[in-house]
């Protein structure tokens, strides 16, 4: 992984807890490990001992008949949820003891956060060229962000006017693999950091990779660069009007050679009024199920169905205002094209 922040911050939010347990949280450069000491009545059940969907990575008995628990894994590993704000970049989890399985609740649960600070002058790293090249071993790491209008680096605000656009930037890092394929398979809009049942969404991306607000409104995929990569040019929205939002998206790393009504990257061209594949527009035929379901006709076995890497994130949090919440005149507010966005994006990618 190739950590692009400097100076880290820890919180750690106790959420539920059993007396007498203690943990500690160090963020490193790469990983996350804590240290739990737990009570002699759950040593027996160390195996229910989660962070995120991990288990321990040590575990000891002590003199006193506590358990000494440690977890020290990758901060892209164990469902850890991440997500970016202007200036910070938030890893989150739970430290729980799971006496059940989900979805019955954790009996202890413990909210744990990593805060790391960019520093200055950063830029994504899809501007460097020697990005996505084949180093190192080990699970793929996938990047969401918000991009400047310019498309030149990161946004410097995270207030964006009604109906001006927001990009957004996914990708993931290749390494030592083949050529991969980043899609965006689903993405919502919703005014919590994590989804709960009873959350109010706003759909983005629906139906296995349709870009439905791009029906309803603006919104499109811009030209890829690289198959590992992909932008998104989002038209501000309506929903939860001047709140603070958070995109939730679903990221698949697949096979660039093979595309279904499962695998794509379909978006709505209303000079034509037809779904177009972003990828290759002659099989533009597998983006018709859009108007209505994306699912296989026959359900194959699970064991039979491949998947592709699957990565949730969140970026976040991000508000969308009238333009007199703004203090801009609205002369002055720009609201680009997608052509005018297309344009620039070809000029700052060239190298």
Request: one cysteine or more; aromatic letters at 8%; hydrophobic letters at 40%.
């Amino acid at each position: 992984m190739s950590l692009l922040w400097q100076c880290a911050i820890v919180l750690a939010v106790v959420a539920a807890s059993a007396a007498n347990e203690d943990f500690n949280v160090d963020c490193e450069k790469h990983t996350i490990k804590v240290t739990w000491k737990v009570s002699p009545e759950l040593v027996e059940h160390a195996a229910r001992l989660f962070l995120g969907h991990c288990v321990p990575s040590t575990f000891s008995v002590l003199p006193t008949g506590e358990g000494m628990v440690t977890f020290h894994y990758n901060l892209n590993g164990c469902a850890i949820k991440k997500r970016v704000t202007g200036k910070k970049h938030i890893y989150s989890t739970s430290l729980t003891y799971r006496p059940n399985r989900k979805p019955k609740p954790a009996a202890i649960s413990h909210h744990i956060e990593c805060v790391y600070i960019r520093p200055e002058g950063w830029i994504p790293p899809f501007l460097i060229p020697a990005y996505g090249s084949a180093e190192g071993h080990g699970g793929l790491v996938f990047h969401m962000a918000l991009l400047n209008e310019d498309l030149t680096g990161l946004a410097k605000s995270s207030l964006f006017p009604l109906g001006s656009f927001i990009p957004i930037w996914a990708a993931v890092d290749q390494k030592d693999h083949q050529p991969l394929l980043l899609l965006l398979e689903e993405c919502v809009a919703a005014t919590t950091p994590e989804l709960q049942s009873a959350s109010l969404v706003y759909p983005i991306i629906t139906n296995k990779g349709c870009l439905a607000d791009g029906k309803t409104g603006n919104s499109r995929f811009l030209p890829r660069y690289h198959s590992s990569a992909l932008l998104l040019y989002l038209q501000s929205f309506k929903f939860a009007l001047g709140e603070e939002v958070y995109i939730h998206c679903k990221l698949v790393a697949w096979d660039p050679e093979v595309f279904d009504i499962e695998k794509k990257a379909c978006h709505y061209i209303k000079e034509t009024g037809e779904w177009e594949l972003l990828d290759d527009p002659s099989q533009s035929d597998i983006c018709k199920c859009c108007d209505s379901s994306c699912k296989p006709r026959l359900k194959r076995g699970v064991d039979s169905e491949p998947q592709g890497l699957v990565q949730n994130s969140v970026l976040g949090p991000l508000t969308i205002v009238e333009n007199s919440e703004t203090g801009i005149p609205s002369e002055f507010v720009k609201y680009p094209t997608v052509e005018q966005g297309m344009a620039v994006f070809s000029v700052s990618t060239a190298v």
